[in-house]
């Protein structure tokens, strides 16, 4: 059993927002299997399908802390979800044996797909732990991964302000920016993109194109260990010597998914490899000599996997998992330790804070920092509101279906011996002409007199949000708050996505 620490640094979330599930596969009996906040080890079957159809997997986030969890021998993945619970779902495989569906954040059928989600890999075993922060799929929740034994490794790191900066740099690409999905909830590799119909499926072929004639009259040259493997274009393949089979020219697809044509498999995956990362890099048209090593002539071209350039640019190791072949000359986000003695997962900022070292901003005692963001569905307690997928930045969920008489409760607030005299809360409205109501803030009980509030009428859409400041008398100490919602109308009038406090 390897220690596992959950480490909530977003500095947007509370724990109580966040789940954590590890699913996989038992490398002994094959089974598939699903591990439980104790470390147990358990083989998934249809039974844990509830009613809805989708078994519950999730393991909650500690009250205040870290979390601290175990890891069983196994292969598999550890996933992330904020906001609301991720729903797999227990099927029958070809062979009749139980598996797990998976999330599919890149479909948009998928039960999961407005679920604020994301996962790394790993294999633990008696030879030790390898593991990875993937992005070869979306990119969605900043991860830090921290492995422990021989040596302290530590991969994924986002520079300052790195999940902002992907976003912004993909949204600023006119071939990429429709892999943006939601309100910056995610973006999906661009072999999902070509699949779901929002990226161009010819997108990379002028650039394969003049691959493949340059090097009808040239020589490829791929190193492999000692050996150098020649290649040229005959016949419309790539053939090379060496007994190396014949590639044939790859679509767009088969680059972005380092499949197809570039398949892996057999004796000549090595070269497919080599081949498929020069493919995504931009480097095999200007390069005869592969790999190319220099991370300064990757992503050169207008036509490239900007995609996995964006991803690379925004990791302060400059490493990064932004498709298949990444790991080709040590450039994913992958490490592995022989004896491993413990591995820890830091879920870092979704804002322009600083990622670091230092402990959660949560005041001591399990009080709540009144000036960090207190997202809506982090209440300790609530009366006739609901929970739903929220399309805001940085996706998650919200509270929503609020009217006259509803409220919602936070524990433990702590302001300061300084007094606060404003608050913030991030809202939207779709509510009918002539509909509009007051959120309220109520100190430690939810009848006592208001100590600030705002009026808020149609936004231009339920998920229609903006930012309103409130004035409230100056509030010190730890106290109980109430967010409590008044109407002259019976009907919903707002959602509430997050709230916070400033002096």
Not at 37 to 46: F, I, L, N
Request: aromatic share 10%; net charge negative.
């Amino acid at each position: 059993m390897l220690p596992l620490t959950i480490v909530n640094h977003t500095y947007r979330y509370a724990n109580s927002a966040i789940y954590v599930y590890i699913v996989g596969t038992d490398l002994a009996s094959g089974q598939q299997v699903y591990v439980r906040a104790d470390g147990t080890r358990v083989p998934v079957s249809p039974s844990l399908n509830g009613p809805d159809g989708f078994a519950d997997l999730s393991i909650p986030l500690a009250a205040d802390g870290d979390t601290h969890l175990t890891l069983p021998w196994m292969s598999g993945r550890i996933y992330v979800s904020i906001g609301a619970k991720v729903r797999f779902k227990v099927v029958t495989d070809g062979n009749g044996r139980p598996a797990l569906q998976h999330p599919a954040g890149w479909v948009s059928s998928d039960a999961n797909y407005s679920v604020l989600h994301d996962f790394m890999e790993f294999t633990f075993t008696d030879a030790g732990m390898f593991c990875n922060t993937t992005m070869v799929d979306m990119f969605s929740i900043p991860m830090a991964l921290r492995l422990d034994g021989q040596a302290s490794q530590t991969i994924g790191t986002l520079v300052t302000n790195g999940r902002d900066n992907i976003f912004a740099a993909i949204a600023a690409n006119a071939d990429f920016r429709s892999l943006i999905l939601g309100n910056n909830l995610r973006v999906i590799a661009p072999g999902h993109g070509i699949n779901a119909g929002l990226f161009p499926a010819g997108y990379l072929d002028s650039y394969v194109n003049e691959v493949w004639n340059r090097y009808a009259s040239t020589d490829l040259r791929v190193r492999i260990g000692g050996t150098t493997h020649t290649g040229r274009v005959s016949g419309g393949q790539l053939a090379f010597n060496n007994g190396i089979r014949a590639f044939a020219r790859p679509t767009t697809r088969d680059v972005f998914f380092c499949d197809g044509a570039l398949n892996a498999g057999g004796p000549s995956g090595p070269i497919a490899a080599i081949l498929g990362a020069a493919f995504n890099r931009s480097t095999l048209r200007d390069h005869a000599d592969q790999p190319t090593t220099d991370p300064g002539t990757f992503y050169r071209t207008p036509i490239s996997n900007h995609y996995a350039r964006v991803l690379h640019e925004n990791t302060v190791d400059g490493k990064a998992y932004g498709f298949a072949f990444d790991d080709v000359v040590s450039f994913a986000s992958y490490v592995e330790d022989h004896t491993p003695t413990s591995m820890t997962l830091r879920l870092t900022p979704f804002g322009p804070q600083a990622p670091g070292p230092g402990p959660s901003p949560t005041p001591p005692g399990g009080a709540v920092n009144a000036y960090a963001t207190i997202q809506a569905e982090s209440f300790n307690a609530q009366s006739g509101t609901q929970t739903e997928a929220c399309q805001d930045s940085g996706g998650g969920s919200d509270v929503g279906y609020i009217a006259n008489g509803d409220w919602l409760r936070y524990n433990q607030v702590d302001f300061g011996s300084a007094p606060a005299t404003q608050f913030q809360a991030r809202v939207a409205s779709g509510a009918a002409a002539g509909v509009s109501g007051l959120v309220q803030v109520r100190l430690d009980n939810p009848t006592t007199a208001p100590v600030g509030s705002f009026a808020i009428a149609n936004t231009g859409g339920w998920q229609s949000w903006r930012t309103v400041p409130a004035s409230i008398a100056g509030v010190t100490g730890v106290h109980t708050v109430y967010v409590t919602f008044a109407s002259g109308q019976p009907a919903d009038f707002v959602n509430l996505n997050w709230l916070t406090f400033s002096r």
